[in-house]
């Protein structure tokens, strides 16, 4: 089961279609039988030369597992806004931490057949940079990391999608992340 460091159950913030907030609901349970509708953020950290923060989800992840992705993303707890919870995460996650600043919003369900479960998310798209940072990555939760241009991630998206996670080919191909990298 997906808990917390306190070792309750997580619950994510259920949504209804325009993002606002109606409920809550344990994490695993908003992503089984094809996912409830639920709040989340993508965050997206640049270093200096434009290049984006990748990571390749821990092969023990619950659902996605092994596929690369955005820097970071999550679920803001019940009593969090979305930056708060993403600046959080991030820490947490990938080891160091920088402002963030939210730029898109989008819909997205995708399913996979892995593991069984879905994400169905209202997400925040964040983006933050790092200046020198290197990640000091939680092994449970990236397998690896790696710096890359955008340019060549919107072509790796479309030439070998089974490599990454489906709301991350989603940004690649319906994002501006080419102009965030030089914002």
């Known amino acids: 089961m997906v808990g917390n460091a306190e070792g309750m159950m997580e619950h994510v913030v259920i949504v209804d279609p325009q993002g606002r907030r109606i409920g809550t609901e344990e994490k695993i349970r908003a992503h089984a039988g094809g996912g409830t509708l639920h ?17 390749r989800r821990a092969d023990s992840k619950y659902h996605f597992a092994g596929l690369w992705s955005n820097s970071c993303c999550g679920h803001p707890r019940p009593e969090e806004g979305v930056v708060e919870a993403a600046e959080r995460r991030l820490g947490e996650e990938v080891g160091f931490s920088t402002r963030l600043q939210p730029v898109a919003r989008f819909t997205y369900h995708a399913e996979d057949p892995r593991s069984g479960l879905a994400e169905h998310e209202y997400a925040h798209v964040l983006i933050g940079r790092a200046q020198d940072e290197q990640p000091a990555p939680d092994p449970d939760e990236i397998g690896a990391w790696a710096w890359a ?35």
Do not use: K
């Open 149 to 183: 241009a955008p340019t060549g991630l919107r072509a790796g998206t479309e030439e070998e999608p089974h490599r990454y996670t489906p709301w991350f080919r989603r940004l690649m191909r319906e994002q501006p992340v080419d102009e965030w990298a030089t914002r």
């Open 39 to 55: 709040l989340a953020f993508c965050v997206l950290v640049f270093n200096p030369r434009g290049e984006l923060l990748l990571q």
